[in-house]
């Protein structure tokens, strides 16, 4: 894909960031053509419209001078995004990569630092709320917020991205050679959301762990504690923590074929919980109830009726985060994540002082409705028609840690098989690849060997069309290959089984 003009810029940001674009286009024409191994003054783009501030940062021993510009863009309906853009003074390699933002936080401008120092000119935006909690879905009166909510979706990503090529076109005289974009949980779903409404803005775009069909995964997150609240039946962390060991150890070599404290094939795992009832914990006796209360964790979600509604806890994930308790007044009781509360609180029941302890399965499942209905577009991410991304030549990697606490890799898995079914298998494989990260957590940590350098493979790919076939993984002494799936990484009984020269795709 070719860099965007700026008349195209103009016309891809519609009603959003107008005064912006239409100011630096007026920049660009009257100001004389930059000459090649220069750039336009970092000053000069303080005076653009909604640039807030632009200053010259010195750098240090690790990080390049660059030039750092905050910009503000106002919209119609009255939401406000705030854009991060560090354009690197003498470094830039000629490419743009954009980051995403995690749980409610559309994004912070540290995370700009190591695509800096990389020489890549870089952004990030707030997505039209500071922080990291989700009060910005109300507004003053208690209603809605929505245009603050559109900016969270889709539409402040979409801003950040028009006006970081504006910039970057107005200080080195050209746009970027490539452009990328790079995030994971809620950037994962920015990055897909990217790659389903515009889909000529990204070269490649690398989207960990994303929440897709973000209704029904956040809505699903508080399953757990339902199901211990209806049941009157807190589970002791301590006794979660001997079922995961207990099912890691029935399904070690799954997969894999190794013994090696990580399942390599957890939806193969079909250990009973059912076996521990009776064993002793230092938190006490595992007892039936117990053992209710975790299956239907990892059955997941369902409606009143036993009807399917989304993804539950794979074999192997840790129960803590979404299900933990706490002693008050010398008994257990749940303690929902605070995410959870927010989104129920504040997008579902619109009321801030909402006591979840009144949820029933009934209200859960017209919840669950309501979620979809009134947010799958906005925040859903869940198109499988990727054909216009396909077309502009975009490549989509798609990566999730099989050992993820709080958003199903399953849920992943579901998309890619509907984008393979939409546009067929052979099609699919040509731009976007799903790779399983065994024992991997919610975008890292956990038990598995972590992912090394997803970007710099989808990179090889865009620019030289190598295509992965797998991504390379380290940690405790070992290495091992990621495999594409559905392929799992299974060693060849031949090998040192810390090496992943040893591992096959299989």
Known sequence: MCPAGVVATVGA????????VAGLATALVT?????????????????????????????????PPSCRVTARVSDVDGGVVTVWVYLPENTWNGRFQATGGGGFSGGDPANLLEPLRNGYATAATDAGH???????????????????????????????????????????????????????STGGRQGVMEAQRHPGEYDGILAGAPVINYPQM??????????????????????FEAAVTATVRACDTLGDGVVDGVIGDPLACRFDLSLLVGTPTPCGTITAADVAVMKEIQQGPRR?????????????????????????????????????????????AQDRSWDWTSLTRERFEAYFDQAVRQYDRVLGAADPDLSAFRRAG????????????????????????????TLG??????????????????CSGGAGPQLVDPFAALVRWVEQGKAPETLPAAGAGQTRPVCRYPQVARWSGHG???????????
């Open 13 to 20: 940001v519609r009603r959003r960031s107008l005064a912006l």
């Open 31 to 63: 100001a004389p053509v930059a000459q090649a191994g220069q750039h336009r003054s970092c000053g000069g783009l303080a005076a653009l419209p909604s640039v807030v501030s632009a200053v010259q940062d010195a750098g240090d021993a690790t990080t």
């Open 130 to 184: 500071p922080g990291a909690t989700a009060d910005f879905a109300l507004d003053a009166d208690g209603r809605l917020n929505w245009p603050a909510i559109k900016d969270f979706g889709h539409e402040g990503v979409q801003d950040m991205t028009t006006t970081a090529k504006a910039l970057i076109r107005a200080y080195y005289g050209r746009g970027p050679a490539y452009s990328y974009f790079t995030g994971c």
């Open 218 to 239: 956040q809505t699903g997150q508080l399953w757990g504690q339902l199901v211990m609240l209806e049941s009157g039946n807190a589970v002791a962390p301590c006794k």
């Open 304 to 348: 009143q009726d036993g009807r399917f509604l989304w993804y539950g806890l794979a074999p192997g994930a840790p129960f803590a985060g979404l299900n933990d308790t706490v002693e008050v007044d010398g008994r257990l009781v749940g303690k929902p994540f605070a995410y959870d509360l927010w989104w129920f609180s504040l997008f579902l």
């Open 394 to 421: 975009g490549k989509l990697l798609l990566w999730h840690g099989e050992a993820d606490f709080g958003v199903p890799f399953q849920g992943t898995i579901d998309y890619y098989e509907r984008v393979q079914r």
């Open 425 to 442: 298998p052979g099609r699919t494989q040509q731009f976007a690849r799903l790779f399983l990260a065994p024992g991997v957590g919610h």
């Open 496 to 506: 040192d089984p810390a090496n992943a020269s040893s591992y096959r795709c299989a």
